[in-house]
C-alpha cells in the first residue's frame, strides 16, 4: 500500500467517524426537527461515502499502476550478459503470489460493512415509532379524555385537550408545549407532553421527575387560560398549585406531587429565561397575594 493509500484510507476512516457523529447527532435533535430530515438521506449518505471509497480506490489503482516495483530477487541484465545463462532460473522455486490490488485490503471491507451496519442498526431504531405515536389510537384518545377532565375541572367548564401530533399549533415550530385560548374550549400539547402524561395516567410511570413535574405543570398552566387567566406568569403560579391536585388525580402520591410542582417554581426564574413575563409575580408564595390555599401549609 503506497503512502497516499494509506492517506487515504485515513481520511475515509475520518469521514466514516464523521457520519457515525452525524447519525448520533440526528437522534438528540428535538423531535420537530427530526421529522424534517429522511432517514434514508442519512443511510444514503453512509453509503455514497463507501461507495466512494472503494470505487474510488479501484480506479486510482487503475490509474496509478505500481511506480516502484519490489526489487527483483532474479539474475540482473548486467548478470545475464555476465554470464550468459539461463540455467540460474529454477522452474522448481515457488512462484510468488501475485497480488490483486494493491490498495485492497479486507481491514477496509470490515471497515466499511461495520460502519454501514451501525448506521443502518441506529436509523432502523430511529424510524421505528417512538414516544406518542407508538401509542395505540384507543390509548392516546382515552389519555385525551383524562386530560380534558383533568383542564376542565380548572377551567371550570367543559374543555377539550387535544395532543399535537402533526405540529401545527404548538411543537418546536411554534416554540411553545401548549397552547391553550383565553377563556376558551380548547388546548394543545405537544406529543412529548401527552406521551409522558400517558406514562402516568395509565402506565403509572414516571419517566423523569423533573420531565414529568414539567408536563404536569404545562396541562396545568393551559387549563388557567382556559380559565381566563391571560397572564402568563400568573398561569404559572396557579397551575403550579392546582398541578398537585392533577398529579395526584394521575396517580401521584400528594407528597411526591407536591415535590415535583415546588420543583417546577424553583425553577421558574431560569426555565423563562429571557421571556421574562412567564415568571410568576413576587406574590406567588405560601400567604401571598396569589396563595389559592392560604390556610394551607406548605407551596404550592
Ligand atoms: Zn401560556
Redo the contacts with the bound molecule.
Sequence with gaps: MTADQRRRARMFRAARIAVLVLVVAYFLLPYGVRSWIPVWLLFVLALALEADFFVGGWLQSRRSEPVAEAPDPGPQQRDLSDLGSWGYWDPSAPTPPVELDPGFRWIHVAEAVGALAIVAVLLYAASRPHGWNAVSAVRQAKTETILSREASGIARHPASVRCDKKGEYVGFVQDAD?L?EIGGDQAFLTPDICDTLYQLAIKHRVQSFSRTGRAIAVLS??SW?LRGVRD?GL?NCYGFQTGVDIGVNLGLSEDRASAMMREQLATNAQDSGSNSQYRVPSSCRDGGADDLKPSKDGFP
Excluded: I, V
Aim: net charge negative.
Design positions: 401548549g391553550a398552566h393551559e387560560h402568563e398561569a
